[in-house]
C-alpha cells in the first residue's frame, strides 16, 4: 500500500484560498482528492492521472478549485480559491492503480490519506 500524507488544511474566512498536498511514498497512476462534511458521505470531486490533460474537477467545483500532480516529488496538489462555508470539511487524499482515474467508486480499493481539515467561516 502507498502511504499518503495531506497537508495544508486550516481555518479560512468565505473568500479565502487554501492549498493542498498530499505526498504519496511511491508513484501511482491516479490520484484524486476526496472530502466529508459533517453528516454527509464522503464525495470524490477531483482526479489526475499521469498527464496535464488527465486533470478533473467535477462540473459544480471547477470554477474554484485546482487539482495538479509534481510527478517527480510524488505529491498531489488542490488549489481552492473563493472558499465558502459549505467547504468546510475533512479532505482526504487517494490513489490507486489502473486507468479510469474518474471513477471515485474504484479508489475504495486504493490507499488513503489521515485527511485534513479545512474550516471556512463568515
Known amino acids: 500500500q502507498v502511504q499518503l500524507v495531506e497537508s495544508g488544511g486550516g481555518s479560512v474566512q468565505v473568500g479565502g484560498s487554501l492549498r493542498l498536498s498530499c505526498e504519496a511514498s511511491a508513484s501511482s497512476n491516479c490520484m484524486a482528492w476526496f472530502r466529508q462534511a459533517p453528516g454527509k458521505e464522503r464525495e470524490g470531486f477531483a482526479s489526475?492521472?499521469?498527464?496535464?490533460?488527465?486533470?478533473y474537477v467535477v462540473d459544480s467545483l471547477r470554477d474554484r478549485f485546482t487539482i495538479s500532480r509534481d510527478y517527480a516529488k510524488n505529491t498531489v496538489y488542490l488549489q481552492m480559491n473563493s472558499l465558502k462555508p459549505e467547504d468546510t470539511a475533512m479532505y482526504y487524499c487517494?490513489?490507486?492503480?489502473?486507468?479510469?482515474?474518474?471513477?471515485?467508486?474504484?479508489?475504495?480499493?486504493?490507499?488513503w490519506g489521515q485527511g485534513t481539515q479545512v474550516t471556512v467561516s463568515s
Open positions: 489526475m492521472g499521469r498527464v496535464a490533460h488527465s486533470a
Open positions: 487517494a490513489a490507486k492503480a489502473g486507468t479510469d482515474c474518474r471513477r471515485f467508486d474504484y479508489y475504495v480499493l486504493g490507499s
